[in-house]
């Protein structure tokens, strides 16, 4: 994608680990998700580890989405196929819109890295009251690809031919 001579606009974005092993001092995904936000000059407003558990993640990003100052959560974990997993479930039923994309594109780009294991990521993303909600694997390697390959350029209104910028609530 091509850059414009549009303005870049910061964005605040709020960050959720979902997983119920990681904590403040081992959560390379959230620290790396939290750096590459900070570096590309957006804003995190929150930052929290969450347990793997459907109700505890909805309730979470409702309170995001029903919020007038967060323009879109980045989560990590929970995306998995095992039975414990339930990050997708948690978050498809508050969608106004789904973004099916991203969970086709991220599984593209991880193909080329862990092959047909691509097929157990059940990365999505939506939008709900105009704030974008992605939500990837846990791993640090799926979270960069993630922010390196789709993310950050999504989120930068210079990024031609579209971004979802303009679709987002102006705090």
């Given at each position: 994608?091509?850059?414009?001579?549009?303005?870049?606009?910061?964005?605040?974005?709020?960050?959720?680990?979902?997983?119920?092993?990681?904590?403040?001092?081992?959560?390379?995904?959230?620290?790396?998700?939290?750096?590459?936000?900070?570096?590309?000059?957006?804003?995190?407003?929150?930052?929290?580890?969450?347990?793997?558990?459907?109700?505890?993640?909805?309730?979470?990003?409702?309170?995001?989405?029903?919020?007038?100052?967060?323009?879109?959560?980045?989560?990590?974990?929970?995306?998995?196929?095992?039975?414990?997993?339930?990050?997708?479930e948690a978050l498809l039923?508050?969608?106004?819109?789904?973004?099916?994309?991203?969970?086709?594109?991220?599984?593209?780009?991880?193909?080329?890295?862990?092959?047909?294991?691509?097929?157990?990521?059940?990365?999505?993303?939506?939008?709900?009251?105009?704030?974008?909600?992605?939500?990837?694997?846990?791993?640090?390697?799926?979270?960069?690809?993630?922010?390196?390959?789709?993310i950050a350029e999504q989120?930068?209104?210079?990024?031609?031919?579209?971004n979802f910028v303009s679709?987002?609530?102006?705090?």
């Amino acid at each position: 994608m091509s850059k414009s001579a549009a303005k870049f606009i910061p964005l605040n974005v709020t960050v959720v680990t979902v997983s119920d092993r990681r904590t403040a001092e081992n959560d390379t995904s959230g620290d790396y998700l939290c750096g590459e936000l900070r570096a590309a000059g957006h804003q995190v407003l929150d930052r929290v580890i969450v347990a793997d558990n459907r109700y505890s993640i909805r309730a979470l990003v409702s309170r995001w989405i029903a919020s007038s100052d967060v323009q879109v959560v980045l989560i990590n974990g929970g995306s998995g196929f095992n039975r414990e997993n339930s990050t997708p479930e948690a978050l498809l039923p508050l969608f106004d819109r789904e973004i099916a994309g991203f969970g086709e594109l991220f599984r593209m780009a991880s193909y080329e890295d862990i092959g047909t294991a691509t097929l157990q990521s059940r990365a999505v993303a939506g939008m709900a009251n105009q704030t974008l909600i992605m939500a990837m694997p846990g791993s640090a390697s799926a979270c960069q690809l993630a922010w390196e390959r789709i993310i950050a350029e999504q989120l930068d209104a210079r990024t031609r031919p579209c971004n979802f910028v303009s679709h987002l609530k102006k705090p």
